[in-house]
């Protein structure tokens, strides 16, 4: 009985030793630096890199190379949509003209003014880059009074130097009926006179609106 007790105790005391020296090398590898000497290494290795020439040089090249290809093509863009916003508020307003004619069973007359202020029709055609007017009972009929339901202000006064020209004023009777001057063709050009920005309204004798572009045609008219 006393032998088998002490080699009970043996050998628990060494199944301890065994533990106690495992777990001094789990912790002499887990542990962290606490010294500046073994800390500083890793600080310098968080340092930044700054460019060096060629690579400085490199980047502006590139920039440059496609600030060239986008200049242009941005251009473009900003023109063609000024022109196009330009054509159609013609559009918008020579509907609303002949919606009002019907809608109040009076002549609607939409003219090119000289001025932003003006209340009468410009009686010089072609130029209406001065803007126009939407204007009510013309004639003064008697029944109602002159009256000036819609303005478009200068094209200059919107920064743009677009000219829109045409040989007419349009009026629109009660039955929505256009009556032209002209042959009812709005033409809108750009600066430059690039006919790829160039932009027409052609109105029929029904008074039916259509926007085309250069070259193209509408009711046996063409954009130029």
């Not at 533990?19 to 968080?46: F, G, M, Q, Y």
């Not at 919606?99 to 009686?123: F, H, N, Q, R, W």
Request: with cysteine.
């Amino acid at each position: 009985m006393q032998i088998r007790s002490m080699n009970r105790a043996r050998g628990f005391t060494l199944i301890e030793l065994m533990l106690t020296i495992a777990i001094e090398d789990t912790v002499r590898v887990v542990r962290r630096p606490t010294s500046a000497d073994e800390i500083r290494p890793l600080k310098w290795e968080r340092s930044q890199r700054g460019f060096n020439l060629v690579e400085m040089i490199t980047v502006i090249t590139i920039v440059g190379i496609l600030a060239t290809i986008a200049v242009p093509s941005y251009n473009y863009v900003i023109t063609s949509n000024r022109v196009v916003g330009e054509v159609n508020d013609l559009l918008g307003d020579m509907q609303f003209a002949r919606y009002e004619a019907i809608k109040e069973g009076l002549d609607v007359t939409i003219c090119p003014v000289e001025s932003k202020t003006s209340t009468t029709c410009d009686g010089t055609p072609p130029d209406w880059s001065n803007g126009w007017i939407v204007l009510s009972n013309p004639a003064n009929t008697g029944v109602g009074t002159s009256t000036v339901l819609r303005r478009q202000l200068p094209f200059t006064s919107l920064n743009s130097g677009d000219t829109l020209t045409s040989s007419t004023k349009v009026s629109f009777n009660r039955e929505g009926f256009a009556v032209l001057t002209g042959t009812g063709l709005f033409s809108l050009h750009d600066p430059t006179g690039n006919s790829g920005f160039t932009r027409c309204l052609i109105l029929s004798a029904a008074g039916a609106p259509m926007t085309v572009s250069a070259g193209n045609s509408a009711y046996g008219v063409t954009c130029s």
